[in-house]
């Protein structure tokens, strides 16, 4: 979608190495979010950010972590890649709390072999 | 804490039939609710979103959903299914704090000639 970029697209890692997943936005949204999509499970809040250096966990956070060291990026890593953490993964943003609503980024798909 | 359930994993049409796949939530507030769609392969794209001013909500392509707070219910129809609507659909909830937003575990439309 417009405005908000995720890259790597597409990433194959081992077992046990880091892994740093971005997403980009040009809106200057003050929210954004890292879920991870698994079949059967829909999408699932990892962490989320409301500001500057303002973040905090989801509901399936062990094993990541983030940052947000400027309004326009939020970081995603993997400290330790295990195959469970194979999955898509999508950054969200919004403008306020979701009242207008959200964009999802194209995704990314990671897996640990 | 809010939850969704999507109670269908798998809906299958033919082309020119209606479509409804059922969704129902649970909260302690009243959220808003959002329906949105994923192609193969595809991001998240929106269909309708209810934010508390109309019941009957009215998306794109032909989608509509009706809030029933008495039924805690949130369902997606289309008078006339078309091939390009298969996909799958989730439901969500939103209106936490941060604007977090809560997936149902989705449900595939399948869409027969």
């Known amino acids: 979608d417009a405005g908000i970029t995720q890259s790597p697209r597409h990433k194959v890692t081992e077992t046990g190495t880091p892994v740093t997943l971005r997403c980009h936005q040009t809106e200057n949204h003050r929210y954004m979010y890292w879920y991870r999509q698994d079949p059967g499970h829909g999408l699932r809040l990892i962490h989320y950010s409301y500001g500057v250096k303002d973040t905090d966990k989801g509901e399936v956070s062990d094993g990541y972590s983030v940052s947000r060291s400027k309004t326009e990026d939020f970081l995603l890593t993997l400290e330790s890649a295990t195959s469970s953490q194979t999955s898509v993964y999508f950054c969200?943003?919004?403008?306020?709390?979701?009242?207008?609503?959200?964009?999802f980024g194209s995704g990314t798909r990671l897996t640990v072999v | 804490a809010q939850s969704v359930t999507q109670l269908d994993s798998h809906v299958s049409v033919s082309e020119g039939t209606p479509v409804l796949l059922r969704c129902n939530y649970s909260?302690?507030?009243?959220?808003?609710l959002f329906w949105y769609v994923q192609h193969p392969n595809k991001g998240l794209q929106l269909l309708l979103k209810?934010?508390?001013?109309?019941?009957l909500v009215k998306g794109i392509n032909g989608f509509e959903a009706e809030f029933k707070k008495s039924e805690t219910s949130f369902h997606l129809t289309k008078p006339s299914a078309h091939m390009s609507d298969a996909a799958e659909y989730f439901c969500v909830a939103g209106g936490t704090s941060y604007g977090k937003l809560t997936f149902g575990q989705g449900t595939i439309l399948t869409v027969h000639p």
């Open positions: 969200a943003i919004s403008e306020s709390n979701g009242a207008y609503g959200y964009t």
């Open positions: 909260s302690s507030y009243s959220p808003s």
């Open positions: 209810y934010t508390s001013a109309a019941t």
